[in-house]
Each structure stands twice: as C-alpha cells, then as structure tokens.
C-alpha cells in the first residue's frame, strides 16, 4: 500500500527536536529532585541515555537535523555573555583584564607543556591548549539563574568567561598559520585564511550591531519588538557567517560586546530573555550529553583526566592568587576560579572547525576536545553551583521563574 510510510521511519527535523526538549524536561525534573544538583546534569545525563552511546533513541543522524538549532542556541548564550563586556568600565579597573590574561596565559603554558610531555605532537599540543583556555558561558548563566546568584564575583566572572573565550579565540586563530603549514596548504591559505576568519567575523558583528541599534533607536516606542530584533540579528549574523565561511562561534560573542560598547541608551542590552531562554538551553545541552562518545574516555581517558586536572589547577591557582592580591577575601576568590572550571560549545565548535581545516591531522585533536568537554560538563555544574553558594550570592534574585533556592 503506497499511502503507507516506509519502514523503519525516518527521522526529521520536528521529530528530533522534540524528543530533545522533551527528554530534557525530563532529565530536568529528576535533577531537581535532588537539591544539591543542577537540572543542566539532568539534561546532559538524559542525553547520554537517549544518545549514541546510550540507547541509540537519538542516532548520529537524527543529531544532525538539530544542528541549527543548536547553533542559534550558543549563538543566543554567546550574545547574552558579550554584553557582559564592558570595555568602557575595563579602562577605569585594568585588573580585570591583567588577571585574565595571566589567568588564560598560564592555562595555555601549563597544559601545552603536560600534552607536550605526554608525546602529543607540538601543534595539536598548542591548538588544544588554545581551546581549553575557554571556560562555558551556558553552564555560568543557567546555574546563575537556577540559583538565583546575583552579586560582584557573578559579575566579574562572567566577564571573565567572555574575555577567556576572546582570547581562546585570538591564540587559536594565531596557531592556524602553522596548522596549515603542516598540512602543506599553499602559502596563501597559511596567512590570508586566519586573518581572514579573525576580521571578516568581527566585520560582520560591527555591522549587525550598528544595524541593530540603529533600528532599536528608530523603535524605541515598540518595546515589543525588541526581543525579535536582537534574535533576527543573532540569526541573521550566523547566517551571514556561514555564508561568508568566518567563525559562527566568535560572531555572536563580539556581537554582544560591540553592542554593549556601541549603544548609549541600553535599549537593546538590558532587554530580558524571560523563559524561553530556557528551552535554548534545554536543547544545548540534551544535545551536548547525546554528543558525548563514552568510547573516547576510555581511549583517551588519561590524557583527558591530565589534560583536566592541568586546566582545573592553572586557572583556579591563578585567579585565586591574583584575586587575593588585588583584596579579595579567600572565599569570593575561590568561587571566581571555580566558575571558570566548566568548558563546553566554543571548545567543541573550535575543535571542529580544526579537523575541518586540516582533516586527518586535527582528528585527534577532536577527539581529546570532546573528551575533556565530557568531564567538565559532567564535574562543571555541581562546581557552579557549589562555587555560587561559597560567594555568599546564591539566591540573590530569582531567575526562569523558580524561587530563591534554585529550584521549581
């Protein structure tokens, strides 16, 4: 009977995204079941489960199909962490900024040198030390508002998580030139394509920015429509970056900053999210847990734990001794090194875009990315958590409609 689908169905684009929230929600719930522990490792075990390595609900394929969502997702997490940026603010307090490029420079000495001794090949020891600098905004953001945290280290650390990713970005972008030496690239390609990556993406979030404040100006009175402008831009900007083929990761985070830097009313930098910020991050990291290959730990799972604890311990020992020498008390400057323990999106999205680059050489490279990125999103948000509730700013406000505990 023709009138009849084949067998086995196929997957599509509806279908996948909502098992995702779905199961997420899910996920979610049980977590919350538990007081101590972040909904967003209910997520990412439920994704686990569903996923490739767990009961192959959510195959290889049906993953892909969610593949823009998920970029909008961190593109919209991205956004929201620039405007954390405040470059104005930076000139008047440079300490900010000394500590976290000490902080991210001694994250990439340290682990370059433990991959280096552990027989890893220099370039893929320098572009993995270059990712891990990045710490994860969607992990800062969610507990934040799960726990209701609100108070100067969540302020500062979010800057700092916006820097890290800046500069993990910069180092990244620099070590590019050797990785396309090494794979014999012709000589333009060496030097014009990381350039060309690092300018075209921030040429192209000056202009969504400008265009976006410029029309949020002409609408001033249509409150209402604010929202919708600052994710058409979003989308509009990733869409743009595909298109020209520069970084879709790297867009919207200096779409944020330009934004926060450019406008002088804040009609477009104070305008809430509300709840359906909360589906986003339901997606991302249901998406996150079903993309986690247990099969990688166990082949790379000693480089990953040393790869970890280097990172962990260079970017905690850091902070905290530069946070105590500018005053800090002991316990706020533990809490700021915590909060940049948690690694995920621009760490995978950059590791991909390596193995785009240069194909079989940067393999392994993704390989031990995604295997880090599995440890730290698992540990990164009892840490958050914990690290919020030593700062004394827990339940400060009340985030995503839950109550000053962090729960619903």
Known sequence: MEFLPAWPLEYNTQFAFGLLLFAGVLGGYLAHRI??????TGFMAIGILIGPSGTDLLTEDALSLVRAVIDISLGLILYRLGLT??????????RLLLTSLIESGMTFITTFGVLVWLGLPSLLAGLAAAIVISSSPAILIHVAHEVGAAGPVTERTKEMVA???LFSFFAFSALLPAGHLAAEAEQSTVWLQPLYQLLGSLAVAIVIAAILVYVARLTRKASQYRLALIIGAIMLGLGIADALDVSALFVPLALGVVVKNLEREDLVSNVEFGEVFELFFIVLFVYAGAKIHLEELATLGWVALALVSTRIAAKWLTVYGMTRWQGIAPRPAAATGLLLIPMAGLAIGLA??????FALEAAQLNALILATVAILETIGPPIAGWAFRMAGEAGAKVGFGETADGKN
Do not use: G
């Open 35 to 40: 007081s101590w522990l972040p909904s967003i």
């Open 352 to 357: 991909q875009t390596a193995e785009t680059l």
């Open 85 to 94: 940026l405040d470059l104005r603010a930076m000139v008047h307090d440079p």
């Open 163 to 165: 820097l890290n990713n």
